[in-house]
C-alpha cells in the first residue's frame, strides 16, 4: 500500500482572499525513506566488520603465547578488514554511478579492455578460491596478457561508456561469479558482438544496422532461487543474508553494475537456476564506426 501524504499550504491571493494549496508530497517521503533506510544499512553493514576486528584484536593479545592462534586470528582480521575495503570501494561506486551524468562521462570505450581489466582486478581472489576464470573473444579463448595490460585494444568491441563504470559492473559480475561458485569451480567471461545483420526496420530504405557489445559472466555456482531473482538487482539485497555476508558480500554489487550499465544506454540481465549457475549479460550499443581514420 503506497500511503499518500498531504501537506496543506495556506497562500493569500490578496488583502482578504487565501488559497489553500495541497501539495502531494509522498514522493518527497518515499526519498527520504530509501535515504534514511540507506544509511541504516550502511551502518550496520560497517558495524559487524569493525566489531569483529576489534574483538579479534583483543583476542590476539591473550594469545600471544600460542603463535598458531596469533596466525589464525591475523588472519581473520585481514579478511575482516577486506570486507570493510570492499564495502566502502562499493558505496564510493554506488555514489559515483549516481553522480554521473551519462553524457559528460561518455567516450570510446575498447570493452575487451575494460573486461580484461575487470578479470585481472578479481585474480587474487580466484586463486585463492583456485577458480579458472576464462575469457573468450567471439568464440575463442583470450590469451590474457600477463606483461602487456596495455595491450593492443580491439576497435570492433568500442562502446561509448564510461571506462570506470563498465569496468566496475564486469568487476563486480565477476567477483559474484568468484564469490558464489565451489572451490575449483571455473567461470567464463563472453565477449562478442551481437547484432551485426539485424536492421532496426528491414523494410526501410534508411535502415541502420545495429550493433551491441555483449559481455556474459557465466558461472556454474550456487544459482539464484526464482523467487530471489527479481530483487537481487536492488541494494542491499541478498538471497541470503548470513551466506553472502560470510562469503564477504556488500549487497551493493549488483546495483551498481546495473545503474552504471543502464546510464549509458545498456542493460543487464540475468539467467540463473538454483544449483546450476548463473549467467549475467551486459550489453551496450557499440560506437558509431570511426569515420576519422
Ligand atoms: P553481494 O555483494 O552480496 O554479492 P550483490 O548486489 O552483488 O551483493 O548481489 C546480490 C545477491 O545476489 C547476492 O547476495 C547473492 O545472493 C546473489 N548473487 C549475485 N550474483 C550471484 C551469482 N553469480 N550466483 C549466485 N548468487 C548471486
Same mark, same amino acid.
Given at each position: 500500500?503506497?500511503?499518500? =501524504?498531504?501537506?496543506?499550504?495556506?497562500?493569500?491571493?490578496?488583502?482578504?482572499?487565501?488559497? #489553500?494549496?495541497?501539495?502531494?508530497?509522498?514522493?518527497?517521503?518515499?526519498?527520504?525513506?530509501?535515504?534514511?533506510?540507506?544509511?541504516? $544499512?550502511? /551502518? =550496520?553493514?560497517?558495524?559487524?566488520? /569493525?566489531?569483529?576486528?576489534?574483538?579479534?584484536?583483543?583476542?590476539?593479545?591473550?594469545?600471544?603465547?600460542?603463535?598458531? *592462534?596469533?596466525?589464525?586470528?591475523?588472519?581473520?582480521?585481514?579478511?575482516?578488514?577486506?570486507?570493510?575495503?570492499?564495502?566502502?570501494? !562499493?558505496?564510493?561506486?554506488?555514489?559515483?554511478?549516481?553522480?554521473?551524468?551519462? &553524457?559528460?562521462?561518455?567516450?570510446?570505450?575498447?570493452?575487451?579492455?575494460? +573486461?580484461?581489466?575487470?578479470?585481472?582486478?578479481?585474480?587474487?581472489?580466484?586463486?585463492?578460491?583456485?577458480?579458472?576464470?576464462?575469457?573468450?573473444?567471439?568464440?575463442?579463448?583470450?590469451?590474457?596478457?600477463? &606483461?602487456?595490460?596495455?595491450?593492443? /585494444?580491439?576497435?570492433?568491441?568500442?562502446?561509448?561508456?564510461?571506462?570506470?563504470?563498465?569496468?566496475?559492473?564486469?568487476?563486480?559480475?565477476?567477483? $559474484?561469479? @568468484?564469490?558464489?561458485?565451489? %572451490? !575449483?569451480?571455473? #567461470?567464463?567471461?563472453?565477449?562478442?558482438?551481437?547484432?551485426?545483420?539485424?536492421?532496426?526496420?528491414?523494410?526501410?530504405? =534508411?535502415?541502420?544496422?545495429? !550493433?551491441? +557489445?555483449?559481455?556474459?559472466? +557465466?558461472?556454474?555456482?550456487?544459482?539464484?532461487?526464482?523467487?530471489? %531473482?527479481?530483487? #537481487?538487482?536492488?541494494?542491499?539485497?541478498?538471497?541470503?543474508?548470513?551466506?553472502?555476508?560470510?562469503?564477504?558480500?556488500?549487497?551493493?554489487?549488483?546495483?551498481? *553494475?546495473?545503474?552504471?550499465?543502464?546510464? =549509458?544506454?545498456?542493460?543487464?540481465? &540475468?539467467? /540463473? !537456476?538454483?544449483?546450476?549457475?548463473?549467467?549475467?549479460? @551486459?550489453?551496450?550499443?557499440?560506437?558509431?564506426? $570511426?569515420?576519422?581514420?
Amino acid at each position: 500500500e503506497q500511503a499518500t =501524504h498531504t501537506r496543506v499550504r495556506i497562500g493569500a491571493i490578496d488583502d482578504d482572499a487565501y488559497a #489553500v494549496f495541497l501539495d502531494d508530497v509522498s514522493e518527497q517521503r518515499r526519498f527520504e525513506e530509501v535515504r534514511r533506510d540507506f544509511v541504516t $544499512n550502511v /551502518s =550496520h553493514e560497517l558495524k559487524t566488520p /569493525s566489531g569483529a576486528i576489534a574483538l579479534l584484536a583483543e583476542t590476539i593479545s591473550d594469545a600471544v603465547d600460542d603463535p598458531d *592462534a596469533v596466525r589464525y586470528f591475523a588472519g581473520r582480521i585481514t579478511k575482516e578488514s577486506e570486507r570493510l575495503n570492499q564495502l566502502v570501494r !562499493h558505496l564510493i561506486d554506488l555514489q559515483r554511478v549516481q553522480d554521473m551524468s551519462a &553524457m559528460q562521462a561518455t567516450q570510446r570505450v575498447d570493452a575487451l579492455a575494460a +573486461v580484461r581489466e575487470a578479470i585481472e582486478l578479481n585474480a587474487t581472489s580466484a586463486q585463492e578460491r583456485q577458480i579458472d576464470v576464462r575469457l573468450t573473444v567471439d568464440g575463442q579463448m583470450h590469451q590474457m596478457p600477463q &606483461m602487456h595490460p596495455s595491450a593492443s /585494444s580491439d576497435s570492433r568491441f568500442e562502446v561509448l561508456a564510461d571506462r570506470e563504470s563498465l569496468t566496475t559492473a564486469v568487476r563486480n559480475l565477476v567477483e $559474484n561469479a @568468484i564469490r558464489y561458485s565451489p %572451490q !575449483h569451480g571455473s #567461470v567464463v567471461v563472453v565477449l562478442e558482438r551481437a547484432g551485426d545483420t539485424a536492421p532496426i526496420d528491414a523494410a526501410s530504405t =534508411h535502415a541502420v544496422p545495429t !550493433h551491441a +557489445v555483449r559481455i556474459r559472466v +557465466v558461472d556454474q555456482g550456487i544459482g539464484i532461487p526464482k523467487d530471489a %531473482q527479481a530483487r #537481487v538487482f536492488e541494494r542491499f539485497y541478498r538471497v541470503d543474508a548470513a551466506r553472502s555476508r560470510a562469503t564477504g558480500g556488500s549487497g551493493l554489487g549488483l546495483s551498481i *553494475a546495473k545503474h552504471g550499465i543502464e546510464e =549509458h544506454g545498456g542493460s543487464l540481465s &540475468m539467467w /540463473s !537456476h538454483e544449483g546450476f549457475g548463473s549467467t549475467f549479460t @551486459i550489453e551496450l550499443p557499440a560506437a558509431p564506426e $570511426n569515420t576519422e581514420a
